[in-house]
């Protein structure tokens, strides 16, 4: 059991959520990314505000959120930390599957702020294709499980309290099973620190399972029934708050950028850059791509809540064009600060190396694109998987 909160966390509300953004998460924000430290602080600050329960169910004394609160949260602590963002939005992909399937006792744990977890989805001998698990499970001793595997990105890594891991079926046919395994367990290796171009302290290190046993209650959902229950629960909630995260860091870029932009003069002129019709036309077509995916995600969002018979191309297509979206901003915004945005004190290249980040994260933006072919044309998604 970790150590993020020794007392029961008060109600979530805005004010404590302001409170740890202005207090802990922002103020670390920069020695997190420079040092490539895990941003323990503020995760206990989060636990302690309810942040960790927020998804969780009521019965066990979870906040009961949906899936638009978590992304607002989730927004508005990229624009600050894209680290912490980052950790807070594996845990709640995570926290999906433990809320239907986990044990009580983690359920309420997390509930209480006392337990963090991650996905271990991504493998090294399949890669970004996170439905494709090479990693395997087999009989161990009378009632347990022997896992082996070798996975490639892991959040958190070291410092969850769980991971919710995917293997081959035991026995079952299909693709994919789920098993939740604690992050202590023997035979789990963290393969080295993550020293990385952006999200620099989020702890995405790989984690290598020699002979992991795990008891068969371990299992989260059916044997073979994996790929399923990450299609149902895991990839709306990832894909939305990955949306939602480039949101927060091309907010902060926008704003960053327009500081610089009023603040900025050409003294031979006696103006401003933001006098200048050049950055003003450059500034509009960044603000009006921001704006257009925020729309997207706000409609995604409803059309997740209503049903409509578009959701699930919608939940494809938000974090592909989130993603691109939070790229071209990024680059565009270091054009306009020019070599301003170079220096670590504008805060321009911190958020344009975690903006770069959503692209590559799986399922990449090319997938994605063919996810939504697929469905766009009455193709199965995973036709080869099957």
Not at 110 to 118: D, I, M, P
Not at 140 to 161: F, H, I, N, Q
Request: glycine share 12%.
């Amino acid at each position: 059991m970790s150590a993020f909160t020794e007392t029961p966390p008060a109600p979530v509300t805005d004010e404590r959520f302001e409170a740890v953004l202005r207090e802990t998460v922002g103020p670390l924000a920069d020695e997190v990314d420079r040092t490539g430290r895990f941003p323990g602080q503020g995760v206990r600050a989060l636990a302690e505000a309810g942040l960790l329960g927020l998804l969780g169910s009521p019965e066990d004394g979870g906040g009961g959120g949906d899936l638009r609160q978590a992304a607002g949260v989730v927004e508005r602590l990229a624009g600050a930390c894209g680290s912490t963002a980052m950790v807070l939005l594996m845990h709640y992909a995570a926290v999906t599957v433990i809320d239907r399937y986990g044990p009580r006792d983690v359920r309420r744990a997390v509930a209480e702020g006392r337990h963090l977890s991650t996905l271990a989805f991504s493998e090294r001998g399949s890669r970004s294709h996170f439905w494709a698990p090479c990693g395997t499970a087999a009989p161990g001793r009378p009632g347990t499980v022997r896992l082996d595997a070798e996975k490639s990105w892991v959040t958190s890594a070291g410092e969850a309290d769980s991971y919710v891991w995917s293997s081959r079926p035991l026995r079952a046919d299909g693709v994919m099973s789920l098993w939740l395994v604690p992050s202590g367990s023997t035979g789990l290796r963290v393969r080295g620190e993550y020293d990385g171009f952006g999200l620099r302290g989020n702890g995405s290190s790989p984690v290598t399972a020699t002979g992991v046993t795990v008891p068969g209650t371990a299992l989260l959902g059916g044997d073979g029934e994996g790929l399923d229950t990450a299609l149902e629960l895991v990839m709306p909630v990832f894909l939305v708050l990955s949306a939602a995260f480039c949101l927060g860091v091309t907010g902060t870029l926008l704003d960053l950028t327009a500081e610089h932009l009023r603040g900025s003069r050409l003294e031979h002129l006696e103006q401003s850059l933001a006098q200048q019709p050049t950055a003003r036309q450059g500034y509009a077509r960044l603000r009006l791509r921001t704006d257009a995916a925020r729309a997207f995600l706000d409609d995604t969002l409803t059309a997740l809540t209503t049903d409509r018979p578009d959701a699930r191309l919608r939940v494809l297509q938000v974090k592909a064009l989130a993603a691109e979206t939070a790229a071209e901003v990024a680059d565009g915004a270091m054009r306009l600060c020019g070599g301003a945005a170079f220096r670590r004190e504008l805060g321009v290249e911190r958020r344009f190396r975690d903006a770069l980040a959503a692209r590559v994260m799986a399922p990449t933006t090319e997938v994605l694109h063919d996810f939504c072919g697929r469905a766009g044309l009455g193709l199965p998604l995973f036709e080869e998987a099957r």
